[in-house]
């Protein structure tokens, strides 16, 4: 299915002004919030990385240019309250099959991202992950999922400007041979998490906004919970490398699927 709503940048107009967004209270005493530390709940479960909480600068850096200190005091930040854990990787097909007994993907591979899922499949595989663990994993939410890869990046990129770098961080149209990759092969983000640009898009918990405020997901997810577009992060194999920045976004109803969208799992932690 067609993905919609592409954007790449953001302007001071506030689009996704990712404000203040709380991590869900579900948490789990056996994963305390130490910064970088990786913890897995099963042999086939996601292997998880604690990341901190903290503030970021988002939106594209050129859109600000003209402000004073680079638009510093008008830039829309995310913000994050609490640490919270991030898959390392994508959700392999090895992972995904191990919950669910299948594997969808066109493209096919153990150690490739599942890929041709919809929204409300992550949604089933969470919650038999769960079942299985006893644990809280869930999808992230879009300020999670930006604060994880922008890595205390203001740039484009989590290690900068340069466009021609982004071969040896992400697959995309340049380098992927139109073809998704198994994870982990390129360099990682300073938060230690690979291929949050490229390779596939991301499903996102949150109902895709024009606008969000502190307050929109928690209003797109009560009142449009069959209908809305759910945003996906991080571009693609088949993106340009000005299509696959830290700041762009798209959606798609969550009930289509797509060769080149996948997800990564989060977790609460204490």
């Known amino acids: 299915m067609p993905i919609k709503h592409l954007v790449r940048g953001f302007g001071a107009a506030g689009i996704l002004a990712l404000s203040v967004f709380s991590t869900p209270s579900l948490a789990d005493e056996t994963h305390p919030a130490t910064p970088g530390k990786t913890f897995r709940d099963c042999d086939k479960c996601p292997e998880m990385v604690v990341i901190p909480s903290g503030t970021v600068l988002g ?22 309250q609490k640490p919270f854990a991030i898959g390392k990787y994508e959700v392999t097909q090895s992972e995904w099959d191990a919950v ?16 041709q899922i919809t929204w409300k499949d992550t949604q089933e595989y969470i919650h038999r992950l769960n079942a299985k663990t006893g ?12 604060f994880a890869a922008r890595a205390n990046s203001a740039e484009p990129y989590t290690y900068g400007t340069d466009e021609a770098a982004l071969k040896a961080h992400a697959w995309f149209r340049d380098n992927a ?94």
């Open 177 to 270: 041979e139109g073809k998704t990759h198994p994870v982990g092969q390129l360099k990682p983000n300073a938060f230690g998490v690979y291929d949050m640009l490229g390779n596939a898009w991301e499903w996102i918990e949150d109902c895709y906004g024009a606008n969000l405020t502190s307050s929109s997901p928690e209003y797109f997810t009560k009142e449009w919970p069959k209908v809305c577009y759910r945003v996906i992060r991080g571009g693609s194999i088949e993106n340009i490398a000005s299509a696959a920045t830290l700041f762009s976004r798209a959606s798609l109803k969550q009930v289509n699927h797509n060769i080149n969208v996948g997800f990564r799992v989060a977790h609460s932690v204490p």
């Open 135 to 146: 644990k809280h994993y869930r999808l992230p939410s879009e300020a999670e999922w930006e």
């Open 59 to 80: 939106g594209n850096p050129k859109d600000f240019a003209d402000e004073p200190n680079g638009g510093a005091a008008v830039r829309p930040k995310v913000v994050v």
């Open 100 to 115: 669910m007994d299948s594997n969808p993907s066109n493209n096919k591979g153990p150690a490739l991202p599942v890929e």
